[in-house]
């Protein structure tokens, strides 16, 4: 019998890193997979894009969660997942990342009993105030294997008493990233913004830390000001943002537009000036496309990012942040390779046929 894969999605970083994971469980002997949408992300923009563009199977279940709060959202995500994973009886349940989706997948498969697979392991801002740090110590502390994209996060476990089920596969967004690139025509796309390369910056501002509190969005709004006095800022915006920007004013030569498909934001990461963002995911796809990039955080979980001299730290402050990019923009480190070689998706399979095997 095949090893019987189910997948849980539910938030756009989600999507484009499960989409080469399924095509390659799709391509093997010995596995089967389905995808589950929790519907935490349900926009057109923020999710059925993403599954037209990344050529992502229809869900086996929708379940239209949709938007609450973290034990609202997180609670019917459980209640949903019970009785799919009932249903289905899988041999194993993946899930990516850091979201609520994520820990609902990992806490109800282990409660019923069912192994979990957790892709991106290991991560750790260490920040305890963030949703999505204690997402990942728990579905962490519940996986069974541990999918870390490099060797810092299999030391973090390490430290945490995790050993093991730990193997360093990689980083699933950059198999996304090399099958996205061939198909972008970023000439196009920049034309489209009527933008030219290298003078435009790219941001992207959404954490609940940095929208949530109307000081540090201000600030981070001044900073962008500051910023866009150089060249023009694009700002694809979260809908947790846009309301938000749109009741403090959008700041001169910045322009607010709405979230952008993977394929288009990914030319347009490659070739601004540079990126700012408080997006995770976001931060390694900069680093691969060799654009400069300052992390709107106080910590980052990407610090190998930060250690090579791409990626710099800006906390909200309009002069800490212009200061940033102006650092960014001075200097071209050496580039070497991170979180692997693109070939995540291969590795993730090869163990889980191992652990079928077993
Ligand atoms: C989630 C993740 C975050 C990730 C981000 C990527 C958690 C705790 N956070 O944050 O780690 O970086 O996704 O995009 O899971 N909303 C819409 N339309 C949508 C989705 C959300 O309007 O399609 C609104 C909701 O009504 C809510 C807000 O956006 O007000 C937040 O949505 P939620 O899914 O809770 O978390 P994200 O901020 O997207």
Same mark, same amino acid.
């Given at each position: 019998?095949?090893?019987?894969?189910?997948?849980?999605?539910? *938030?756009?970083?989600?999507?484009?890193?499960?989409?080469?994971?399924?095509?390659?469980?799709?391509?093997?002997?010995?596995?089967?997979?389905?995808?589950?949408?929790?519907?935490?992300?349900?926009?057109?923009?923020?999710?059925?894009?993403?599954?037209?563009?990344?050529?992502?199977?229809?869900?086996?279940?929708?379940?239209?969660? @949709?938007?609450?709060?973290?034990?609202?959202?997180?609670? *019917?995500?459980?209640?949903?997942?019970?009785?799919?994973?009932?249903?289905?009886?899988?041999?194993?349940?993946?899930?990516?990342?850091?979201?609520?989706?994520?820990?609902?997948?990992?806490?109800? %498969?282990?409660?019923? @009993?069912?192994?979990? %697979?957790?892709?991106?392991?290991?991560?750790?801002?260490?920040?305890?105030?963030?949703?999505?740090?204690?997402?990942?110590?728990?579905?962490?502390?519940?996986?069974?294997?541990?999918?870390?994209?490099?060797?810092?996060?299999?030391?973090?476990?390490?430290?945490?008493?995790?050993?093991?089920?730990?193997?360093?596969?990689?980083?699933?967004?950059?198999?996304?990233?090399?099958?996205?690139?061939?198909?972008?025509?970023? &000439?196009?796309?920049?034309?489209?913004?009527?933008?030219?390369?290298?003078?435009?910056?790219?941001?992207?501002?959404?954490?609940?830390?940095?929208?949530?509190?109307? %000081?540090?969005?201000?600030?981070?709004?001044?900073?962008?000001?500051?910023?866009? %006095?150089?060249?023009?800022?694009?700002?694809?915006?979260?809908?947790?943002?846009?309301?938000?920007?749109?009741? $403090?004013?959008?700041?001169? @030569?910045?322009?607010?537009?709405?979230?952008?498909?993977?394929?288009?934001?990914?030319?347009?990461?490659?070739? *601004? *000036?540079?990126? $700012?963002?408080?997006?995770?995911?976001?931060?390694?796809?900069?680093?691969?496309?060799?654009?400069?990039?300052?992390?709107?955080?106080?910590?980052?979980?990407?610090?190998?990012?930060?250690?090579?001299?791409?990626?710099? $730290?800006?906390?909200?402050?309009?002069?800490?942040?212009?200061?940033?990019?102006?650092?960014?923009? &001075?200097?071209?480190?050496?580039?070497?390779?991170?979180?692997?070689?693109?070939?995540?998706?291969?590795?993730?399979?090869?163990?889980?046929?191992?652990?079928?095997?077993?």
């Amino acid at each position: 019998m095949p090893l019987k894969t189910v997948t849980v999605v539910g *938030a756009r970083p989600e999507f484009v890193q499960t989409a080469p994971l399924a095509r390659e469980i799709a391509s093997r002997d010995g596995i089967t997979g389905g995808l589950v949408h929790t519907g935490q992300h349900y926009d057109y923009e923020m999710s059925e894009l993403f599954f037209s563009q990344l050529e992502l199977p229809e869900p086996i279940y929708h379940l239209g969660v @949709g938007s609450g709060s973290h034990g609202v959202q997180t609670g *019917a995500m459980l209640a949903e997942l019970d009785r799919v994973y009932l249903a289905e009886r899988p041999d194993i349940v993946i899930t990516h990342g850091d979201t609520n989706s994520t820990l609902a997948a990992a806490l109800s %498969a282990a409660k019923l @009993g069912i192994p979990v %697979a957790h892709v991106e392991a290991g991560l750790r801002s260490w920040n305890r105030a963030m949703p999505e740090e204690l997402n990942r110590v728990v579905t962490d502390h519940l996986a069974d294997l541990l999918f870390c994209p490099g060797q810092t996060a299999a030391d973090n476990l390490r430290r945490e008493g995790i050993a093991t089920g730990v193997a360093v596969v990689g980083d699933l967004m950059q198999d996304s990233l090399h099958w996205t690139m061939r198909s972008i025509d970023t &000439a196009a796309t920049l034309d489209h913004h009527g933008l030219r390369p290298g003078e435009y910056f790219f941001a992207t501002i959404h954490r609940a830390e940095n929208t949530d509190d109307e %000081a540090r969005l201000r600030a981070i709004l001044a900073g962008l000001e500051k910023v866009a %006095a150089v060249h023009p800022l694009l700002l694809p915006a979260h809908p947790r943002t846009r309301p938000r920007i749109r009741d $403090l004013g959008v700041p001169p @030569g910045v322009r607010l537009i709405d979230p952008v498909g993977h394929p288009e934001a990914m030319a347009l990461v490659k070739e *601004a *000036a540079a990126v $700012l963002t408080d997006s995770g995911g976001l931060q390694k796809e900069v680093y691969w496309l060799e654009t400069p990039c300052v992390t709107v955080r106080t910590e980052t979980e990407w610090v190998e990012t930060v250690q090579v001299g791409w990626n710099r $730290l800006a906390d909200a402050d309009p002069s800490s942040i212009e200061l940033a990019v102006e650092a960014a923009l &001075a200097e071209r480190p050496d580039h070497p390779d991170l979180y692997g070689d693109g070939h995540a998706a291969r590795n993730i399979v090869d163990h889980l046929l191992t652990f079928a095997r077993n």
